[in-house]
């Protein structure tokens, strides 16, 4: 197979700047203390918004995603049917997981954790700056299927304004 620079360019290269981060892509986005940034690369993956595409088309076996998490912020408890890799790219990251978050580690710049498919999980920036994280999901956007949320995420959720519609994605009511 032959691709010229500029199809390569085009179709199969995602450059830092013209990359633009989706906000409400979960049923957690209006909670406190959840708020992140997800800059889609490869795959949609798991999202709930439709309207989110990647910046890079095609078929892949995996999903990659750059998530930029202010100060305190982070991700409530949830599940894949896949599994979930994070490194954090410029600070630590707290991760917990277990029915209740129970449990939890602290990550260190470049450190990498693979989540199990269906174990609850979370994370949080414990830092004084915004953090980067590197996350992979594997398996293509048809395999991966929704995120399963705790159901104290889905509780506290209601009357955000933002439900699911019959399709299993997000829309807005307020």
Known sequence: MDITQEEMESTRIARWGKVKPYG?????????????????????????????????HGSHRFGVTLIEV????????????TEEVFFPLNGRMIV???????????????????????VMRGFRNPNDHDLVIYSVV??????????????DVLKAAEGTGLEYDPTGYLKTTA
């Open 24 to 56: 409400e892509t979960f049923i957690e986005s209006r909670l406190p203390g959840m708020t992140k940034r997800l800059y889609k690369l490869i795959n949609r993956g798991v999202l709930e918004n439709k309207g989110v595409q990647p910046a890079i």
């Open 70 to 81: 202010p100060v305190g912020q982070g991700a409530s408890l949830h599940s894949h049917k």
């Open 96 to 118: 917990y997981w277990g029915d209740k978050g129970e449990h939890s580690v602290e990550l260190n710049q470049w450190d990498c954790i693979s989540m199990p498919v269906g």
């Open 138 to 151: 594997g398996g293509n956007d048809e395999e991966v299927g929704r995120i399963a949320w705790h159901p």
